[in-house]
């Protein structure tokens, strides 16, 4: 059962009007509640070569190492976002440079974005949400421990482009996983 | 006055514990609801170098020139939600290249992307939500029946890039305009 936002009536799931998919549509004022996939945002964050991971001191993924990232919040830019969760998670300022990955995972409604970024200095310091925080060159990256797929994609990403001399923009899908499939 | 979707009972504007945002909580079951950034996408697809815009017929900036875009939905990708928006909008098929633009419109609390792709046939037709569906050369684009400034910016993007025969990625962001702030 659910109710409406507004009026704190009973909600039915139903096809609105000019729509075609089910939403939530309140019985008595009519309001329609849209459920819409979320943007996660994250930084590659990088001092001298090196970069900035977190380990996670929340669930899902407690323990493991991860860019910093979480939700985008409302009157930010998405650039904005990657700097905010940066200072946040990891509290490092960082220079953000562009954006660098795209990563669909249908199957949980989220988007994750991912931006290039340089630290200004290497300050850090664990946020709420991090055990710890610590700076990795390429060789250091702890590839077993990392938190989700999304994670391990953009790094692989960014590690080949910068040895390449040349950072794209890359896309990618994730289809759900047998072992982790909440995980992204 | 809001209300809880999870028990109906009434709702308050308040920082939940470990966050630092207000949020809308509820006074009975505790249920935190998250209001986020929306995700609109979008295509410029091409036929033979000619870009296929939509002639709005709903609210806002209705009767003016857009390219294919929506709200995404949950379940899909970034690049299908292109092209379902594309065939929805537009009655048209089109195989999807890659990501093209960015735009951050942070007090609307909105994000807009487009991709670029292909039309595989100059098969259109308009959908519910447009009054006709048309084919522009570059010259021919209606620049002051333009429904969004996000709209113009992709499209300048674009054909400055084609012209330099090379597609770059692009980001924006874009603040209230005077006269029409509510219109991204
Ligand atoms: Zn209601
Ligand atoms: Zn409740």
């Given amino acids: 059962m659910s109710y409406c936002i507004q009026c704190g009536n009973a909600a039915t799931r139903q096809v609105p009007p000019g729509d075609n998919l089910h939403r939530l549509v309140c019985s008595v004022c009519g309001h329609i509640h849209y459920d819409n996939p979320r943007l996660i945002v994250g930084c590659i964050a990088e001092w001298q070569g090196r970069i900035l991971l977190c380990r996670r001191a929340i669930e899902p993924r407690l323990g493991y ?3 910093p990232a979480g939700f985008m919040e409302n009157g930010e830019t998405t650039a904005q976002a990657a700097a905010r969760e ?4 990891a509290g490092a300022r960082v220079a953000i440079d562009a954006a ?3 990563v669909s995972i249908a199957h949980i409604n989220q988007i994750h974005l991912f931006y290039r970024g340089r630290m200004p200095s290497p300050a850090f310091a664990a ?3 991090s ?3 610590a700076l990795f060159t390429a ?4 590839w077993r421990e990392l938190s989700f797929r999304s994670v391990r994609l953009c790094l692989e990403a960014y590690l080949a482009d910068r040895q390449n001399g040349h950072f794209g923009f890359h896309e ?3 289809a759900p996983e047998h072992e982790s499939a909440a995980s992204g």
């Fill in 139 to 142: 060789d250091e990256i702890p």
């Fill in 86 to 89: 940066t200072q946040e998670e």
């Fill in 131 to 133: 055990l710890e925080v």
């Fill in 65 to 67: 190492w991860t860019l």
């Fill in 127 to 129: 946020g709420e949400e």
């Fill in 172 to 174: 990618h899908a994730l």
């Fill in 100 to 102: 660098f990955a795209l």
